[in-house]
């Protein structure tokens, strides 16, 4: 007769070998099982059923199931357990939670970094902008649950009353054009200005890359230091610089070479060091186009870069790469409204990193299938519906759970995915506007434990004499 501690030895053993098997059938080129049990990233090696595999393949079935609970997490592991023929574990979610916490940031950032090395190796010369590589970076939020520990981290906007917002964290991404991988980020609190959170995943970047950012972006100093990293910039021109085409020398309508000079002083946030390396003047293009669409008023463009050649680079290729810059926008809502990052559940600060840690995986694993799907399918990667792609995925499961993902299925599911193409719809416009009401609740105004209860809707309780 077996010990229970011989008992539990062998039954996390052929839990972790199967874990979620369906997320590894899908996933497991670009994640290898035994990645997430090298103790070299500080994971626990102590034998229990929620092991780091265990924990991180539940944790990611339950990003991949947007508004899912722990106790659905629980369950996906508790049904493998009974299709390995196994006892049942404690239908408590305390053991799988404490696991999540035990999961090392460093072992989930590295996971992240692997899935996005493999993605950009995929890449051929036909995925590029005129043969170089475009990295846009854009900045967005997320909400969290309104504790101190998130609240002294990241604070709510100032402009809510105390006990009345949610602590709110700015995220600055690093996104590739050719496969909208999400290539770094950097976490700050609202108050931080989008420019200073840029500089932190220049790591990421490469010789020879183009950056490609909106004006909040745009200054001397940032174009100065990506000039020195051999990166080149299309920023659109900072609201606060004004353009005169009849000065500098002219390479076209609307479309001249200008001298920018360095500030006479140094902003706050700017080291004497760095700002005693800028160099004292530089060339840089600035152009202007217009967006014509019929039924709204013209808008002019105006753009600054350091692709000073016309003839490699004219005015309409750059106006063209910089509607592109709207991918950006378009993966943030992949990943916050589809996905369901927009409202994080983290307690605690670095419960809430790790989850955005497994948000990022998560989506750089699909962005992984939708780039497979359209290398092997020959269609181009835009076409290609990010929902239709989660939508067939989670459709799929039971295959993946039956052991049934042969090499003809994997090709029939990539199939179906390359085909469930986006509808073409240039310059389309919609309000943001909500048709269906909501029920007429009351806002809460003040702290909850201050808030008087009110018996009926929109009827408040008159102050007692």
Same mark, same amino acid.
């Given at each position: 007769?077996?010990?229970?501690?011989?008992?539990?030895?062998?039954?996390?053993?052929?839990?972790?070998?199967?874990? #979620?098997?369906?997320?590894?059938?899908?996933?497991?080129?670009?994640?290898?099982?035994? +990645?997430?049990?090298?103790?070299?990233?500080?994971?626990?090696?102590?034998?229990?059923? +929620?092991?780091?595999?265990?924990?991180?393949?539940?944790?990611?079935?339950?990003?991949?199931?947007?508004?899912?609970?722990?106790?659905?997490?629980?369950?996906? &592991?508790?049904?493998?357990?009974?299709?390995?023929?196994?006892?049942?574990?404690?239908?408590?979610?305390?053991?799988?939670?404490?696991?999540?916490?035990?999961?090392?940031?460093?072992?989930?950032?590295?996971?992240?970094?692997?899935?996005?090395?493999?993605?950009?190796?995929?890449?051929?010369?036909?995925?590029? $902008?005129?043969?170089?590589? &475009?990295?846009?970076?854009?900045?967005?939020?997320?909400?969290?649950?309104?504790?101190?520990?998130?609240?002294?981290?990241?604070?709510?906007?100032?402009?809510?009353?105390?006990?009345?917002?949610?602590?709110?964290?700015?995220?600055?991404?690093?996104?590739?054009?050719?496969?909208?991988?999400?290539?770094?980020? &950097?976490?700050?609190?609202?108050? &931080?200005?989008?420019?200073?959170?840029?500089?932190?995943? $220049?790591?990421?970047?490469?010789?020879?890359?183009?950056?490609?950012?909106?004006?909040?972006?745009?200054?001397?100093?940032?174009?100065?230091?990506? #000039?020195?990293?051999?990166?080149?910039?299309?920023?659109?021109?900072?609201?606060?610089?004004?353009?005169? +085409?009849?000065?500098?020398?002219?390479l076209g309508k609307n479309d001249h070479l200008v001298r920018w000079k360095k500030p006479p002083q140094r902003t706050e946030t700017m080291s004497e060091k760095i700002f005693n390396s800028l160099p004292d003047e530089l060339w840089l293009r600035e152009i202007k186009f217009s967006i014509d669409i019929p039924g709204f008023r013209t808008r002019k463009v105006y753009l600054v870069t350091t692709l000073l050649n016309?003839?490699?680079?004219?005015?309409?290729?750059?106006?063209?790469?910089?509607?592109?810059? $709207?991918?950006?926008?378009l993966n943030f809502r992949d990943i916050k409204t589809t996905m369901g990052m927009e409202h994080l559940r983290s307690q605690s600060p670095s419960m809430a990193l790790k989850e955005l840690t497994v948000f990022f995986i998560a989506y750089n694993l699909i962005r992984l299938i939708m780039f497979e799907a359209a290398r092997k399918n020959r269609v181009k990667l835009q076409s290609i519906s990010f929902k239709g792609?989660?939508?067939?995925?989670?459709?799929?499961?039971?295959?993946?759970?039956?052991?049934?993902?042969?090499?003809?299925?994997?090709?029939? #599911?990539? @199939?179906?995915?390359?085909?469930?193409?986006?509808?073409?719809?240039?310059?389309?416009?919609?309000?943001?506007?909500?048709?269906?009401?909501?029920?007429?609740?009351?806002?809460?105004?003040?702290?909850?434990?201050?808030?008087?209860?009110?018996?009926? @809707?929109?009827?408040?309780?008159?102050?007692?004499?």
């Amino acid at each position: 007769m077996q010990s229970p501690s011989s008992c539990l030895q062998h039954h996390a053993h052929k839990l972790s070998k199967a874990a #979620l098997s369906e997320l590894i059938a899908l996933f497991g080129n670009a994640i290898d099982p035994d +990645f997430l049990d090298q103790p070299s990233h500080g994971a626990s090696v102590r034998e229990r059923v +929620f092991t780091p595999r265990v924990a991180f393949w539940a944790f990611l079935s339950q990003i991949l199931t947007p508004g899912s609970s722990c106790r659905y997490a629980l369950l996906k &592991v508790q049904s493998l357990i009974l299709s390995l023929k196994q006892s049942s574990i404690c239908s408590s979610t305390s053991a799988y939670c404490q696991a999540r916490c035990r999961l090392p940031q460093k072992l989930l950032h590295d996971l992240r970094q692997n899935v996005v090395e493999k993605l950009e190796k995929q890449i051929q010369p036909g995925d590029l $902008w005129m043969k170089r590589h &475009v990295k846009i970076v854009d900045a967005t939020s997320a909400s969290l649950p309104d504790t101190a520990k998130n609240q002294k981290q990241w604070p709510q906007p100032a402009e809510q009353k105390p006990g009345c917002g949610f602590p709110v964290v700015k995220i600055c991404a690093l996104f590739s054009l050719a496969t909208g991988a999400l290539i770094a980020n &950097v976490q700050s609190h609202l108050n &931080v200005y989008d420019g200073r959170l840029f500089p932190k995943p $220049w790591k990421w970047l490469s010789d020879g890359d183009v950056i490609l950012a909106d004006r909040a972006f745009c200054s001397f100093a940032t174009i100065s230091s990506l #000039l020195k990293r051999n990166v080149d910039s299309v920023f659109r021109l900072h609201q606060a610089r004004s353009v005169d +085409f009849r000065k500098g020398k002219r390479l076209g309508k609307n479309d001249h070479l200008v001298r920018w000079k360095k500030p006479p002083q140094r902003t706050e946030t700017m080291s004497e060091k760095i700002f005693n390396s800028l160099p004292d003047e530089l060339w840089l293009r600035e152009i202007k186009f217009s967006i014509d669409i019929p039924g709204f008023r013209t808008r002019k463009v105006y753009l600054v870069t350091t692709l000073l050649n016309p003839k490699i680079y004219p005015l309409s290729s750059l106006a063209e790469l910089f509607r592109k810059r $709207w991918n950006a926008e378009l993966n943030f809502r992949d990943i916050k409204t589809t996905m369901g990052m927009e409202h994080l559940r983290s307690q605690s600060p670095s419960m809430a990193l790790k989850e955005l840690t497994v948000f990022f995986i998560a989506y750089n694993l699909i962005r992984l299938i939708m780039f497979e799907a359209a290398r092997k399918n020959r269609v181009k990667l835009q076409s290609i519906s990010f929902k239709g792609t989660v939508d067939l995925l989670t459709s799929c499961a039971w295959l993946f759970r039956q052991h049934l993902l042969k090499k003809r299925l994997r090709s029939d #599911l990539l @199939r179906l995915i390359a085909y469930d193409a986006l509808p073409h719809r240039p310059d389309r416009s919609e309000p943001r506007a909500i048709k269906r009401r909501p029920k007429s609740c009351q806002y809460l105004t003040k702290p909850r434990r201050l808030m008087k209860t009110i018996p009926h @809707r929109e009827h408040y309780r008159k102050k007692s004499a």
